[in-house]
């Protein structure tokens, strides 16, 4: 069983900083201006766990689990996990009071990475 905490994506971060995520996630940054750094070239995109001095050059990476709990903390957001280990993971998504329809997945982590793009959708439509 693998108990290693999923990282965001390089989209997901950059939706999260749009969305107002400002939690440090040292050592875990993703680029965003490419650079070299002692002779080693960093690309847009790219995770790095040592970063330089400039932190224009970055955005946060944090886990999945991590920005779920910036949503809670912050914004409001609820949901609840039920897990089956043979059929796999359901989520139910409670956000400011409105129950959303339920995310399957086959896996937590993957129902909880489907759920952080559903609710970072609902905060961009909220800002149309």
């Not at 809670?72 to 359901?90: I, R």
Request: glycine fraction near 4%; include cysteine; hydrophobic fraction near 35%.
């Amino acid at each position: 069983m693998d108990t290693q905490l999923a990282l965001c994506t390089f989209e997901q971060s950059e939706r999260l900083k749009k969305a107002g995520f400002d939690w440090e996630t040292f050592p875990y940054v993703y680029v965003v201006k490419n650079y070299t750094n002692w002779g080693e070239d960093h690309y847009v995109g790219d995770l790095v766990t040592n970063p330089s001095s400039d932190t224009s050059k970055y955005i946060s990476a944090p886990t999945v689990e991590l920005a779920l709990q910036w949503f809670e903390d912050v914004k409001g957001f609820k949901y609840n996990l039920q897990n089956n280990v043979n059929a796999g993971c359901w989520i139910t998504p409670v956000f400011k009071g409105k129950y959303f329809a339920a995310i399957y997945a086959k896996n937590s982590k993957q129902a909880k990475s489907i759920l952080l793009d559903e609710l970072l959708t609902l905060i961009e439509e909220e800002k149309k």
